[in-house]
C-alpha cells in the first residue's frame, strides 16, 4: 500500500509542477523533479533498510516508485512540448 501511495504522491506533484510551469520551463521542472524525486527515493530506501530489509527487497519496489512518476513527468514535459 505505500508503494501505490508514494506513487500517487510522485504522480500528483508532477502534475502540479508541471501544469504550473510554462510550456517552455516543462523540460527543467521535469528535471528539478527528476532530482528531487530521487532524493525522496533513496530517503524511503534508507527507511525501508532500517527497518530490517536488505537492498536486494527493496531495490525493485524503490525502482518502480522512482520510475513511474519521473517517466510521467518526462513524457508530459515531451508532449508539452511537441505542441
Known amino acids: 500500500m505505500r508503494t501505490l501511495i508514494l506513487i500517487v504522491v510522485g504522480l500528483v506533484i508532477v502534475g502540479i509542477a508541471l501544469w504550473s510551469a510554462g510550456a517552455g520551463r516543462r523540460r527543467l521542472v521535469a528535471a528539478l523533479f527528476t532530482v528531487g524525486w530521487l532524493v525522496v527515493v533513496l530517503w524511503n530506501l534508507r527507511t525501508g533498510m532500517s527497518h ?26 515531451w508532449k508539452a512540448r511537441a505542441r
Open 52 to 77: 530490517g530489509y536488505s537492498l536486494q527487497e527493496e531495490l525493485p519496489i524503490q525502482l518502480l516508485i522512482f520510475a513511474v512518476p519521473v517517466a510521467a513527468g518526462w513524457l508530459l514535459a
